[in-house]
Each structure stands twice: as C-alpha cells, then as structure tokens.
C-alpha cells in the first residue's frame, strides 16, 4: 500500500529528472539535504474533550491524533488485558483526492502499520489497563485525521498519536460490585506507556535515499520503506510501500538512514511535551 491517492496528478516528466538531478547533488526540490526533514511542530492537548490529543505539521502535512479511554469487555484470549485500536480517516478536505465516506484502503492500511507498531512493541501496558479481569478492562481508541496532505502521512501519524498517547490520561475511578463508577472530579492517571516508537520514512530516487518525501518526492520515488524505530533503536516494524524493490545491501542502507533520523523525531516529541 502506497498512503498516497492515486488520483494524484502525474508528475511532467521534466520535473521528475530535475528532483533526480537535484538529489543527485544531495538537494531536494524545496532545498532541503536529502537526510533533512521538513519543519516540525507538535502541540499537545490540541481537544479538549479527548483524554490526550496532538496537532502534527511535518512540512504541509497536518495530522490531528485524538485519545478516547472507555470502559469496556476484554477480548475473551485476553481477558487480564486492556484493548488498543488505532483507525485512521483521510478528511476529504486534506487533499483533493479523499473521497467522503468510509474510510478506504489507504485509511485501513495506514492505520494497521501504526497499530502494528504498538502492538508488536508492546508500547502500551495493556496488562495495566484490566479492571476486573475477565469482565471490565479500559479501552483506548486512537483516533487519526489526515487534515492536509502533503506526503510522509506515515511518519506524521505516528508523531500524533505518539504524541497524544503520552499526553492520555485514565479517567479516575471506583468498582462498585461489577460496576466501574468514573469520577471525572478527580485527576486521572497518566497512561502506562512501556516503549515508544516512531516511523521513519525513506524514499529511493535514482540510485540516492531521502527522509521525510514531500508528495512530488513520494511520486517519482522508484520505491519506498518505512522502519519504525523504538528509543533504544529497536525495530517494530517495516513496511514496504510503492513499486520497485530493494537488495539487501539497499535495505541496510535505509535503516542505517532511520536509525540516525529517529532521534529528530523523539526529540521534536520531547520538547513538545516540554512547553
């Protein structure tokens, strides 16, 4: 799956040999290295009736990530744990190619990478999050919103929703017999977050690898790869996205890219959360 529309105007041919030509020079068409990423700016507690929340902008890209924890039933394998959900939805007004209606095939797949990650990280301590097991366990959607697009919608949502499942708080509470009594007078809890992870996408252009590809990048890309990449430089996950393929000795090369750029992005998260 690409996470870019494909009712997207084609790139002229000539403006596709001259983002090769640049990169060949270690540019970018908007004057960027190719190891440099777009402007970023977080800003928490973006909703204010969601218990934790977070406004992205990676270049033009604009992502919202919303946190709701509700009370719920475990799944019946798991029934000493909490459930996490991830959903995406690409706002019809984001990008002239969003459609209205249900979420497409880009939504769902997007938001099962991101889910993936977290789930294959163990990121949230679901196990933290049981009431009375077997019976009640806290449910915590994430919720992303794809509000302009342009390019890396991946690395973006991951930041988001990062972002607002660091800021999430469970809501203050009391069992009474099988009953889960919510006491929104008294401050919550802070989420059990175990590990962090972000996304790190890279696109091949020629025969040169760049970070963080704007839409016209993502486009005459020959292929791409996202790592997602933990703290301690863990790997939760790698998804493969357009045409082409990758050796071996190419696919190294990309996560050596990632592992150095995953640190921009924990910090663009740790001063945010700073303010």
């Known amino acids: 799956m690409s996470f870019t529309p494909f009712r997207i105007p084609i790139v002229p041919q000539l403006k596709k040999n001259m983002i090769l030509s640049l990169v060949?020079?270690?540019l970018r068409i908007d004057g960027r290295k190719t190891d440099e990423l777009r402007p970023i700016k977080i800003e928490t507690g973006y909703l204010e009736k969601?218990?934790?929340s977070a406004y992205v902008e990676l270049g033009?890209?604009?992502?919202?990530?919303?946190?709701?924890?509700?009370?719920?039933?475990?799944?019946?394998?798991?029934?000493g744990m909490?459930?996490?959900?991830?959903?995406a939805e690409f706002v019809p007004l984001a990008s002239p190619s969003f459609e209205p209606g249900p979420p497409d095939e880009n939504a769902i797949e997007l938001s099962r990478v991101?889910?993936?990650?977290?789930?294959?990280?163990?990121?949230?301590?679901?196990?933290?999050?049981?009431?009375i097991p077997g019976r009640k366990v806290w449910i915590v959607w994430v919720d992303i919103y794809i509000i302009d697009h342009d390019g890396n919608l991946l690395d973006a949502s991951m930041l988001a929703s990062?972002?607002?499942?660091?800021?999430?708080?469970?809501?203050?509470?009391e069992v009474d017999g099988d009953d889960v009594v919510i006491d929104k007078s008294k401050p919550g809890s802070p989420l059990p977050i175990n590990e962090e992870a972000v996304y790190v996408h890279i696109a091949k252009i020629g025969d040169y690898f760049i970070v963080d590809p704007s839409l016209e990048e993502e486009v005459v890309a020959d292929t791409r790869i996202a790592f997602s990449v933990s703290r301690n430089g863990k790997?939760?996950?790698?998804q493969k996205?357009?045409?082409?393929?990758?050796t071996l000795e190419e696919t190294e090369k990309a996560f050596e890219l990632a592992l150095r750029t995953a640190p921009k992005y924990f910090n663009a998260i740790d001063s945010a959360l700073k303010k």
């Open 50 to 52: 969601a218990e934790g």
């Open 235 to 238: 790997v939760a996950g790698i």
């Open 24 to 26: 060949e020079k270690g």
């Open 82 to 87: 909490g459930v996490l959900t991830v959903h």
């Open 114 to 131: 991101i889910d993936r990650s977290y789930r294959e990280l163990g990121a949230v301590d679901l196990e933290k999050l049981a009431i």
């Open 60 to 79: 033009k890209t604009k992502v919202i990530a919303g946190v709701k924890i509700e009370v719920g039933e475990p799944f019946r394998d798991l029934p």
């Open 162 to 173: 990062l972002a607002a499942l660091k800021t999430a708080s469970i809501p203050s509470y």
């Open 241 to 246: 996205m357009g045409h082409g393929g990758l």
